[in-house]
């Protein structure tokens, strides 16, 4: 995941937005597949020790890549038409 953030940042002066767009996109997936079963033990499952504390940053983290994935749909938006 990182290393798609990292070559979506290096091609996209070449590619545009849209390898940014994919890359947070999928950095957005990972993050709610983590948070949904972490919600699940605190609202329903077996304790666990810390799920509140990971809950909590896993939120953070989404709200993070949620903002990010906006402003690279954003610079997609303001290219300018090829001629």
């Known amino acids: 995941m990182a290393a798609a953030l990292v070559a979506a940042a ?22 709610l597949a983590l948070l949904v079963p972490t919600l699940d033990h605190l609202m329903s499952g077996p ?14 983290m989404l709200a993070l890549g949620l903002w990010a994935l906006s402003r690279s749909l954003a610079l997609i938006q303001k290219r300018p038409p090829d001629p």
Request: aromatic share 14%; hydrophobic share 60%; glycine share 12%.
């Open 47 to 60: 304790p666990k020790e810390s799920a509140g504390f990971y809950a909590a940053v896993l939120a953070a």
């Open 10 to 31: 290096a091609v996209s002066p070449r590619a545009g937005a849209a390898p940014l767009v994919a890359s947070w996109g999928l950095f957005c997936g990972f993050l």
